[in-house]
């Protein structure tokens, strides 16, 4: 068990709707990140939060955002949803946002996202 | 462009016999490697990482790697397989440049025979 929590684990819905992920990272982890696993394209970065501000982004759909509250959960959000939507969205987090053993990220065990 | 390839999508071995994955990276600077390992249905398992130091690094379970600038690789070893061993591996490098991202490879998937 790394210590970071998503919610939900499996979600299945429609093309064209909305749904939110959760993610609770390890205890005194300020940063948070998004990476989407499929099929055609493998593990990809989305996006990394730290200490509630936006510090990098990366493959990441204009349809889909990401914000980090101030108790440090996150939430990646992902609307009109696509049938290519569909994959693995894993959260991350380490203790900070640059510097060496401190940028080991630790996973969650992912949200199953299936778009019919 | 960063990125990282293991050239194996899918390797058997025995149980008991020893195991190597390979992993290319391209990168720029002195690297930071990671080794992850997701067994089905699971998350992602930080098995070993290399920041600096010595090129030799120990892991979990056994696991272990080594770096060689020279060959711009970073692969991981195990003497002795065991059948829990069964998984994907993922070789990764870390962007310090690039808020901190992980770029992965494609991933070696093991399978291990009784």
């Known amino acids: 068990d790394s210590g970071v929590t998503q919610t939900p684990k499996h979600l299945i819905t429609a093309t064209g709707q909305r749904v939110t992920l959760r993610c609770s990272p390890r205890?005194?982890?300020?940063?948070v990140y998004w990476y989407q696993q499929s099929l055609d394209q493998g593990l990809q970065f989305l996006i990394q939060?730290?200490?509630?501000?936006?510090?990098a982004k990366g493959n990441i759909l204009e349809r889909f955002s990401a914000q980090q509250f101030p108790d440090l959960h996150s939430e990646l959000n992902l609307s009109s949803l696509e049938l290519g939507d569909s994959a693995l969205y894993f959260c991350?987090?380490?203790?900070?946002?640059?510097?060496?053993?401190?940028?080991?990220?630790?996973f969650g065990p992912g949200t199953r996202l299936t778009v019919l | 462009a960063q990125s990282v390839t293991q050239p194996d999508i899918h390797i058997t071995v025995s149980e008991g016999a020893s195991l190597e994955l390979r992993c290319n990276y391209s990168?720029?600077?002195?690297?930071?490697l990671f080794w992850y390992v997701q067994s089905p249905g699971q998350g992602l398992q930080l098995l070993l990482k290399?920041?600096?130091?010595?090129?030799l690094v120990q892991g979990i379970k056994g696991f272990e790697a080594e770096f060689k600038r020279s060959q711009s690789s970073f692969n991981l070893r195990k003497p002795s397989v065991h059948w829990s061993d069964a998984a994907e591996y993922f070789c990764?490098?870390?962007?310090?440049?690039?808020?901190?991202?992980?770029?992965f490879g494609g991933g070696t998937r093991v399978l291990v025979k009784p």
């Open positions: 290399y920041f600096s130091g010595d090129t």
């Open positions: 939060y730290y200490n509630g501000e936006e510090r």
């Open positions: 205890s005194g982890d300020l940063s």
């Open positions: 990764a490098v870390l962007h310090k440049a690039a808020g901190n991202k992980l770029t």
């Open positions: 991350a987090s380490s203790v900070a946002a640059s510097g060496t053993a401190m940028n080991t990220q630790y």
């Open positions: 990168y720029g600077a002195t690297p930071y």
